[in-house]
């Protein structure tokens, strides 16, 4: 807003929403003006939780992952499956795994990816924690879910030479087409990949 | 999440998030893994603002506005033009038409159009004080800046109707192509109207 059409502290509820991901300027205002429609049914318990959240939520110190104690409710768990690790970059790539509900294997947050461009060398993310994991015994088999980009791929390397002296099983995942994916919007790697991979019926 | 695989506090973060205009269920699990990394300095400034948002914004008696005070910033600034009042269905209509800085008048928020269907008659909008305003005097031109819905030009009949016996000059927005846009993507309606209402160069 080029001139001042409400008081600051409406502008600054405008200009703090905007910097969530997803919400725009636009989308932000909108953001604001429905939670000052519904002040009691949203707005007042939306900054309650963000209140706890902001109070209660920690990182996991076995894992990585974000939760309101430590270890949290995954670590915390005995009936997950505690020889299957898998390995992922941020906490989102963690829930998304969890949507899918395939495995139900402990997790390890690395908490970004090896990226010398960035400057995210080894001691920026949380490797040292896992290989202490594996050394302590119980771990089966690590699995590498990092992304399929070139960051990813380097740290999943390095990875596997950081745990190459210790029995575990290292795998990442399958490369190949998304469910529901049509071949003819997919990269020639990609295809290329799926081919090398293929599955008997 | 079909299971639980992080405190109630964090899940309850998430739902609330998504039910934000703009923000589902996947960008509102993106947002709170955002506000929980930018503890400090995205997650605490929000739920404060937040806060003062709940205890401090009241609507404007005067025109409908919501802001911090009351009358709001815009009611109170002597330096807008007192003569010309913009009738509008919502206070995000205001903020956009103010972005547009085409005029420097005073507002007037109706709180939605007349719509029958959803049983909102005129006792439900902001009209008794607009007449009120109207005939305290000072105001020459009444612009009704509604939607070009049906319900919008139905409230726009109904206001030209109530103010018909006092001496006030009562407009309307113009139909017409949008700056920008394209003649092959406009319905009929629209082309019409910019045809009918040409204007010389």
């Given at each position: 807003?080029?001139?001042?059409?409400?008081?600051?502290?409406?502008?600054?509820?405008?200009?703090?929403?905007?910097?969530?991901?997803?919400?725009?300027?636009?989308?932000?205002?909108?953001?604001?003006?429905?939670?000052?429609?519904?002040?009691?049914?949203?707005?007042?318990?939306?900054?309650?939780?963000?209140?706890?959240?902001?109070?209660?939520?920690?990182v996991?110190?076995?894992?990585g992952?974000?939760?309101?104690?430590?270890?949290?409710?995954?670590?915390?768990?005995?009936?997950?499956?505690?020889?299957?690790?898998?390995?992922v970059e941020t906490v989102?790539?963690?829930?998304?795994?969890?949507?899918?509900?395939?495995?139900?294997?402990?997790?390890h947050v690395l908490g970004g990816v090896?990226?010398?461009?960035?400057?995210v060398?080894?001691?920026d993310l949380n490797l040292?924690?896992?290989?202490?994991?594996?050394?302590?015994?119980?771990?089966?088999?690590?699995?590498?879910?990092?992304?399929?980009?070139?960051?990813?791929?380097?740290?999943?390397?390095?990875?596997?030479?950081?745990?190459?002296?210790?029995?575990?099983?290292?795998?990442?995942?399958?490369?190949?087409?998304?469910?529901?994916?049509?071949?003819?919007?997919?990269?020639?790697?990609?295809?290329?990949?799926?081919?090398?991979?293929?599955?008997?019926?």
């Amino acid at each position: 807003m080029a001139e001042r059409i409400a008081g600051p502290e409406i502008e600054r509820l405008i200009q703090l929403l905007a910097r969530l991901p997803g919400l725009g300027p636009r989308s932000a205002r909108r953001a604001a003006l429905h939670l000052i429609r519904k002040r009691e049914e949203l707005l007042a318990p939306l900054a309650d939780a963000m209140h706890v959240a902001r109070e209660r939520v920690v990182v996991c110190s076995s894992c990585g992952n974000v939760d309101t104690r430590d270890p949290c409710t995954l670590c915390a768990d005995e009936r997950r499956d505690a020889t299957t690790l898998i390995v992922v970059e941020t906490v989102g790539d963690l829930w998304a795994l969890e949507r899918a509900g395939a495995v139900r294997g402990r997790y390890h947050v690395l908490g970004g990816v090896l990226s010398p461009l960035d400057g995210v060398g080894p001691r920026d993310l949380n490797l040292a924690r896992l290989v202490e994991r594996v050394r302590e015994g119980g771990v089966a088999e690590v699995i590498l879910a990092v992304n399929a980009t070139v960051d990813g791929q380097t740290t999943a390397h390095y990875i596997v030479d950081l745990l190459s002296d210790t029995p575990v099983r290292v795998t990442r995942l399958a490369h190949g087409v998304p469910v529901g994916g049509e071949l003819d919007y997919l990269d020639e790697g990609t295809l290329a990949a799926a081919l090398r991979q293929r599955t008997s019926l």
